[in-house]
């Protein structure tokens, strides 16, 4: 095992190094720069806000500071946009934001999708079978930017329910716990609805696959109780592929807050990296990327573990 953690921290390192070093030289070849929107400013102007952020220095050079400023000191570098703030401190306050969305998301797209998929093949052709399967298909098929506004139009506009606030943002400090909860449902359930479609269809498939293997029916013609014989001995089987798929689902549900954010006007990750990007912060764009790139890698991480630990045929050396 302690041969597979080093292998794959290493390999980790690799491929930040790749991510990083990517990014960063296509951040710099998109036409324009942070400076090109800035109407009518003189040419000293330029050439002096170039000079202080070392766009006048050749592009190796440039990466060569960076990376310098980032390992050794774990610094992103100021905003090129916002004007006093750095990248780090822009990060600290916003991806809290997108981290509780998104982990929030997850959470409920793990335990619905299992309860539904676990329904549905216990019910085979039966109506909740075909009620699951249904919102499954329905929940793969709707993108983001039709179901974050058809919740609007049910929840929070006036001619729908009129219980949820139309979109923004809320600390817990500002109106309270239940009152950032009303803020947090649109964004979660959105996020969330795809990847529990997703779960609910492959808990039943893996369902399906293991109620027909010897070992359940020699379970059963033991005695054991149904309940045993589930839990034990089904689910455990069958949940195995809904955990290699958290790694990937997780990495969707983050890209996928950028489109909620956006629409929503929550002030998150997400919404930074579009305005970022449109406006050629290179400091943030890469702040934005290493940080996403990060939780990725360190997700599918725990979940290369927690394989190992769920199908003892899987064994790391």
């Excluded at 050749?58 to 980032?70: A, E, F, G, H």
């Excluded at 006093?84 to 997108?98: E, H, M, Q, R, T």
């Excluded at 729908?160 to 359930?189: C, D, N, Q, T």
């Excluded at 579009?274 to 764009?285: G, K, P, Q």
Aim: zero cysteines.
């Amino acid at each position: 095992m302690f041969k597979f953690l080093l292998r794959r921290f290493l390999s980790s390192i690799l491929t930040m190094l790749i991510i990083i070093t990517v990014a960063f030289f296509m951040i710099r070849a998109v036409p324009g720069d942070p400076f090109s929107t800035e109407k009518n400013m003189p040419d000293e102007v330029r050439l002096n806000i170039e000079r202080k952020f070392h766009l006048d220095q050749p592009l190796w050079k440039q990466y060569l500071m960076y990376m310098s400023n980032l390992i050794f000191h774990f610094d992103f570098g100021p905003s090129f946009r916002s004007r006093g703030f750095n990248v780090n401190d822009l990060i600290k306050l916003y991806f809290p934001v997108s981290l509780l969305i998104g982990s929030l998301a997850m959470i409920i797209a793990i335990i619905f999708g299992v309860i539904f998929g676990m329904i549905s093949a216990l019910n085979q052709n039966g109506f909740w079978d075909y009620t699951f399967m249904s919102f499954a298909i329905l929940g793969i098929s709707a993108p983001l930017f039709v179901i974050v506004p058809l919740m609007l139009l049910i929840f929070s506009l006036p001619g729908g329910l009129h219980i949820l606030p139309v979109g923004g943002w809320k600390r817990a400090s500002e109106v309270g716990v239940l009152g950032m909860i009303r803020y947090l449902v649109i964004p979660v359930v959105s996020l969330s609805l795809p990847y529990t479609a997703y779960i609910t269809r492959m808990t039943k498939a893996g369902m399906m696959d293991i109620i027909r293997k010897d070992f359940v029916t020699t379970a059963r013609a033991k005695g054991l109780k149904n309940s045993t014989v589930l839990f034990r001995h089904i689910m455990k089987g069958s949940i195995i592929p809904v955990v290699s798929y958290i790694g990937p689902a997780f990495a969707g549900i983050i890209t996928g807050s950028v489109v909620v954010e956006q629409i929503l006007g929550i002030p998150g990750m997400g919404r930074v990296f579009v305005t970022a990007a449109l406006n050629r912060d290179y400091s943030m764009v890469m702040g934005d990327v290493i940080t996403y790139s990060v939780l990725i890698i360190v997700m599918n991480f725990v979940v290369d573990i927690l394989y190992s630990f769920l199908d003892p045929r899987v064994k790391y050396t």
